[in-house]
T-cell receptor, first 112, second 117 residues
Framework: DQQVKQNSPSLSVQEGRISILNCDYT??????FLWYKKYPAEGPTFLIS???IKDKNEDGRFTVFLNKSAKHLSLHIVPSQPGDSAVYFC???????????WGAGTKLIIKP | KAGVTQTPRYLIKTRGQQVTLSCSPI?????VSWYQQTPGQGLQFLFE???????NKGNFPGRFSGRQFSNSRSEMNVSTLELGDSALYLC????????????????FGPGTRLLVL
């Protein structure tokens, strides 16, 4: 049973517009969430996080929103740039050992 | 500061063989974690080593094993390879590796892509 789900395998967005990547989770014990970005032939790199005591966290063009009642989070990128084309993963640490449970990823393609 | 390095980058093996992958963490990092990524799946946690001891383990069969040396370099071994073991194997290092927010300071290597024929 996937505890962290990213239901969109891919997303195509025009350069300059907003990109919205979604993530759902089933474990109500998760209290911290992270987004990672992965380019081909590279490992994932940490992008932004959010604690369950917040419903929004912003870092430059990147904003993550958390809706605890819906067990849903989303990553907004605005404006989208060509360098944002990558695979984006959301993840949450297990409460027992803090090891990350990962979503399957969403491939974001920014069209010029 | 050099990043996390993994060798080899690509590997082709046949069913039944065994394979050893290597990971050199960032200097000073003592925690090394291993992950398996298959198409359409997120990263699946294999195990974590800290100061030469396995500290955490995921839900993988015993064919998957690892170790960490005194210089924090880590190896993972897969014995009796199966077709389903074809994947990208990533390792990540961090200073201590404990606590939820420590994941933010976990640095990944580029991975070893293993193909089992």
């Amino acid at each position: 049973d996937q505890q962290v789900k990213q239901n969109s395998p891919s997303l195509s967005v025009q350069e300059g517009r907003i990109s919205i990547l979604n993530c759902d989770y089933t474990n109500s014990m998760f209290d911290y969430f992270l987004w990672y970005k992965k380019y081909p032939a590279e490992g994932p790199t940490f992008l932004i996080s959010i604690s369950s005591i917040k419903d929004k966290n912003e870092d430059g063009r990147f904003t993550v929103f958390l809706n605890k009642s819906a067990k849903h989070l989303s990553l907004h990128i605005v404006p989208s740039q060509p360098g944002d084309s990558a695979v984006y993963f959301c993840a949450a640490p297990e409460e027992s050992n803090y090891q990350l449970i990962w979503g399957a990823g969403t491939k974001l393609i920014i069209k010029p | 500061k050099a990043g996390v390095t993994q060798t080899p980058r690509y590997l082709i093996k046949t069913r039944g063989q065994q394979v050893t992958l290597s990971c050199s963490p960032i200097s000073g990092h003592r925690s090394v974690s291993w992950y398996q990524q298959t198409p359409g799946q997120g990263l699946q946690f294999l195990f974590e080593y800290f100061s030469e001891t396995q500290r955490n383990k995921g839900n993988f069969p015993g064919r998957f094993s690892g170790r960490q040396f005194s210089n924090s370099r880590s190896e993972m071994n897969v014995s009796t390879l199966e077709l389903g073991d074809s994947a990208l194997y990533l390792c990540a290092s961090s200073l201590e590796g404990q606590g939820a927010t420590s994941q933010e300071t976990q640095y990944f290597g580029p991975g070893t892509r293993l193909l089992v024929l």
